[in-house]
């Protein structure tokens, strides 16, 4: 039988929540990096010459173990494992913050953990579950904020089409940009405001139909060129089950990070 972990709620009502830092260095995330199910991801970043992502693989097919603190609120330890070996995964410049509560045993353990890194251009954060309480760690969700752009790391912009009800017909990348190509003709545009902040999120499902990709677009200057500030990838977490798109509610205390751009 097969495992699943794709609905783990970060920090619910019910359950406890603890903040760590790690102590050690995060190996570069790789350019093989994959999506669910093990098909590509659609972007590995969101300015065109962004490095790459000081984290672990965002596979949603590896498992991740971790060990803890006997109070369950520090992370000592992270590796990823495959069907052929384990290897332990440097965890310095990342910050920890593990969800405590009743796992499907009734035992009490860490049901979900939050991973985070950031440097003066982009806030990562990744969250994995164990609610079935065997130890292995699936990823469910991840997000990389934009903090800051400047001509040297540009960011990815599109225009996009508006119905005179704010519904969107079409989007296209600025300047032709080879990194985003035009938009796949079954995402989901959705334009949403939330804090008097208008945003318009690209939503579109994995091959396989196996997750989602998301994006996230603001246009504060309102010169109908919308700059992406967010993009990332989940096994379900934070998608609206009615319209299929990501749902700005669940990720707003991460866009936090990019409110000091202009888009």
Excluded: C
Excluded at 15 to 23: E, I, L, P, Y
Excluded at 124 to 135: E, K, L, N
Excluded at 181 to 204: C, F, G, H, I, R
Excluded at 213 to 236: C, K, L, Q
């Amino acid at each position: 039988m097969s495992k699943s972990k794709q609905n783990v709620k970060h920090g619910s009502l019910n359950d406890t929540a603890h903040s760590a830092t790690g102590n050690s260095a995060l190996p570069p995330h790789g350019p093989e990096g994959h999506g669910k199910g093990g098909a590509p991801a659609p972007h590995s970043d969101l300015g065109k010459g962004m490095p790459p992502l000081a984290f672990a693989p965002n596979d949603f097919n590896h498992n991740f173990n971790f060990t803890f603190s006997t109070d369950l609120s520090t992370v000592q330890s992270m590796s990823i494992a495959d069907s052929i070996k384990a290897t332990t995964l440097d965890i310095s410049t990342s910050t920890f913050t593990t969800t405590v509560g009743l796992n499907d045993q009734s035992i009490q353990a860490v049901l979900s953990v939050s991973q985070t890194s950031s440097d003066n251009h982009f806030a990562t954060t990744r969250i994995y579950g164990d609610t079935d309480g065997d130890g292995k760690y699936v990823e469910n969700f991840d997000i990389q904020v934009a903090k800051t752009t400047d001509a040297s790391l540009p960011l990815h912009q599109q225009t996009f089409t508006f119905n005179t009800d704010g519904t969107i017909t079409a989007g296209m990348p600025v300047n032709n940009d080879p990194h985003h190509p035009v938009m796949d003709q079954n995402a989901v545009l959705s334009k949403v405001t939330l804090n008097n902040v208008t945003y318009v999120t690209q939503t579109e499902a994995t091959p396989n139909s196996t997750g989602y990709h998301f994006e996230v677009f603001r246009d504060d200057n309102a010169d109908g060129t919308w700059t992406e500030i967010a993009h990332g990838e989940t096994s379900g977490t934070n998608i609206d089950s009615t319209t299929a798109t990501i749902n700005l509610v669940g990720i707003q205390s991460y866009l936090a990070d990019a409110s000091a751009i202009i888009g």
